[in-house]
C-alpha cells in the first residue's frame, strides 16, 4: 500500500511540473511576441512628399505619419547642413489616440545653400523592442535650393478686346530647371484662366524663350491681370506681372424667339442624345437644360480636346477664311436672351461667327493644319476641329458630312466638309469658332491680314532682336 501511495504522489508531482513549465513557455513567448521586435513588424509608415531632390526653405514640409498599431510619442524632424545639426520640428504626444500625423508647415528659418540631409525620427507608445517602443528614422539627401527662375518679357505691353487674342514671347530659365511654366489671367471673382506656353527657341534663336496666346474671358467686373509663372524643380515660384492695355468688348443684344416646333423636334432629341432627363411637358425647361448643361458639357469636351494637343509650332500662315460668298449671321460675343411663349428663358454669349451662303455650301479649312477631331458634339452637331499650332485651334460646327479624318494634314482652302442643319443650328449655316487653349476668342481678328502682322508676326520680330541683348542680362 505504501509503494502504491509514493507512486500516486510522484505521478501527481509530475502534472504540476508540466503545468508549470507549459505556463512559463507561454509567458515568455508572450514576452517575446509582445517585448521584443522580433515577431511584430514595425507599424510606423512614413511618407514624405515634400522635399523632393532639391529643397527650399521657403517652401511647406510636407510629411505623413503613420501608426497601425500603437500611439505615437515623439516625432523629431532636423536637417544636417554645413555639419551642423538643425532641429526644425519636435513633437511629443501626451494624448495616447494619435495613430495619424500629417505634418505640413513651412520653416522658421533659411538653410543655407547646398547639400544637406533631413531626418526624420518616430517613436511610437508600443512596449515593444524590448520596452523601448517601435522606432523609424529616415533621412533624405537634398540640395537646399533658395533662388527663383528669372523672367525676361520680349514685348512691349500687349493690347487686347475683351474677347480678343494677344500673344507674349518672354526668356524664362532656372540653373536647376523649370518644373512648370504657364500665362495666368486673373478675372472676376479671382477666377483664373491657364493658357500654356511654347517653346519659341525656333522663332527667337536663343534657348529657353517662349511663346504664349491668351484670351480675357467675358465678365461683369473689368478687373484682369495677366502673369507669367515660372516655378523651378525646388518649388521656387515666381509671377511676373505682363503690361497690357484693354479695351472692353461692346456686345451685340438680340433677342432670339424659340418656338415649341424647334423644341420638340431639336431640343428634345440632343437631350435624348446626351442622357439628359428632362420633363417633355416642360418645354421650357428642356431648352434651359440645353443651353446652360448641355452646352456647357459641350465646350469642356472641345477645351479637352484642345488642352490634349501640344504642337510647338505655328501651322497657319497669313489671314484665316471667311467661308466664301457668305454673310455673317451671328457675330462672336453677341448676347442673346432667348424667348419662349414671349418670356425669356435664359441667355449667353455667342462664342463664334455663324456664316451663311447657300445650302450644303462647301466649306473650306479656314488656315493650315492638323485636324484633332471629327465627330459629333452637341448643340454643334457634326463638327470638325483642327490644330493650328501653339494652341491655336478653328471649329467648324452645324456640318452634313467630314471630307478630312483626325490625323490628317489639311492646307488652307482645302474643301473639309458641307454645311448642314446638325446639332442646334436653325437654319442651314456654319458656326465658325476660334480657340486658345480651349478658351473662344474673336474669329473676326484672326480673318483680318493686318491684325495678324501687327499681333503676331511682329511681336515675333521684335522678341528676336530683343533676345539678341539677352547675354547682357543673364549669365550664360
Known sequence: MKETFYLKRKKKKGFGSKLLFIIAILALAYIVYHYTPFFVKN???INVAYPQEYFSSDKNLDISIKDSKYPLKEVNVYVYTMNTKISIYDKIFENKNTYNFPLKFKLNQRLPGGPAKFVIEVEDYSHNNFSLGFKKKIEKQVTVYNHYPKVILLNDAANILEGGSAAVLFYANDKIGLKNIYLQVKYANNKIAKFRCFNADKFTNHPHTYIAFFTYPFCEQKNWDTSIVAQNNAGNQIFV?????????????TDVQVDTRFIETKVYRLLKEANISFNEQDPAQAFDLVINKLEKQNNEQIAQIANSVHTDQILFKGPFLQLPGSAVMAYFGDYRTFYYDNRPLTHEYHLGVDFASIKHAKVPAAN?????????IGVYGKCILIDHGLGIFSLYGHLEDFLVQKGDFVQKGQIIAHTDTTGLAVGDHLHFGMLIDGYYVNPIEWLDGSWINNNIERKIADARKRANMLKYYISQ
Open 241 to 253: 506681372h505682363v503690361p497690357v492695355y484693354y479695351e472692353s468688348f461692346k456686345n451685340k443684344k
Open 368 to 376: 493650315s493644319g492638323v485636324v484633332v477631331y471629327t465627330g459629333n
Open 43 to 45: 507599424p510606423i509608415h
